[in-house]
C-alpha cells in the first residue's frame, strides 16, 4: 500500500497521493502511475491503496463506473459496491486488501472526505467495510502506530504555512517512516516517484505535480 492523504478546507477538499508501483517481494520499483482517481459526475476525486495493482485497476474502473446523482448519493452506495466487486474477485481468486480514500464536494456538507477499507486486522484506525468520514484539516492515511502519526504532525507543524508544503512535509515524513520500517523488519508502505495534489472544488478539479525522487525508477530497489 502507498500513501493517501486527505484535506478537508474551507472551500474545497484534497486528495494527496504518490506515484509508486513494488514488487513486494523484492522492493523493485515496477512502475511509476497517477494513483489520482477523477471522479467529476460526483465532484469527487479518490485513491487507492492496494497490495495488488490489478486490485487498485479493479477497483478505479468500479469507482469511475458507478451510478450516482452526485457526491451524497456516491458515498451512499460505495460501500455495496465494493463489497460486490470483493466478492466477484475472491471467486476468481484475485482478492487482496484495499483502502479507497475519497474527496469532494458534497450537497449537504459542502467539502468533505471519507475512508472505506477492506482489512480485516491489523488496522486500529478503521472499521472494515465502514465509510469513515474525515474531520476538517489534514488527515494522513492510516499509520501502524500512534507515534508513526505523531511524527507526521511535527512534520506538518515544522513546514511552511501552506497546502503544497504540508502536502510534500506529509509525504517525505511517511517515506522515512517506510525506510525505517523496512530497516527494522517490518513491512514498508513506500512512498516516493511523485507528489501528487489533487483538488476538488465547486467549480471543478485539478491535479499537478509538486515534488518529485528522481532516483525512483522502475527497476531500483527500494530497500538500497
Request: some cysteine; aromatic content about 6%.
Amino acid at each position: 500500500m502507498s500513501a493517501a492523504n486527505i484535506v478537508v478546507g474551507s472551500d474545497g477538499a484534497h486528495l494527496i497521493s504518490d506515484a509508486l508501483v513494488w514488487n513486494v517481494e523484492d522492493q523493485t520499483i515496477t512502475a511509476l502511475c497517477n494513483k489520482a482517481i477523477l471522479l467529476p459526475q460526483f465532484q469527487a476525486a479518490a485513491t487507492i491503496r492496494a497490495e495488488q495493482f490489478v486490485v487498485f485497476q479493479a477497483v478505479s474502473l468500479a469507482l469511475s463506473t458507478m451510478t450516482a446523482s452526485g457526491f451524497d448519493e456516491f458515498k451512499g452506495a460505495i460501500g455495496p459496491t465494493l463489497m460486490e466487486l470483493n466478492d466477484r474477485m475472491a471467486a476468481m481468486g484475485a482478492a487482496s486488501p484495499f483502502e479507497v480514500s475519497v474527496a469532494g464536494i458534497s450537497e449537504q456538507h459542502g467539502p468533505s472526505g471519507f475512508r472505506i477499507t477492506t482489512l480485516q486486522a491489523g488496522d486500529e484506525h478503521l472499521e472494515p467495510w465502514r465509510v469513515i468520514d474525515m474531520p476538517r484539516g489534514f488527515n494522513p492515511c492510516p499509520c501502524n502506530t500512534e507515534a508513526d502519526e505523531q511524527e507526521i504532525r511535527v512534520a506538518l507543524a515544522a513546514a511552511p504555512r501552506n497546502l503544497e508544503s504540508h502536502a510534500i512535509a506529509a509525504l517525505k515524513t511517511q517515506r522515512d517512516i517506510a525506510i525505517r520500517d523496512f530497516a527494522e523488519g517490518r513491512t514498508p508502505c513506500w512512498v516516493g516517484g511523485f507528489a501528487q495534489l489533487t483538488t476538488i472544488a465547486t467549480n471543478g478539479i485539478s491535479t499537478r505535480i509538486i515534488h518529485r525522487w528522481p532516483n525512483d525508477v522502475v527497476g531500483a530497489k527500494l530497500a538500497a
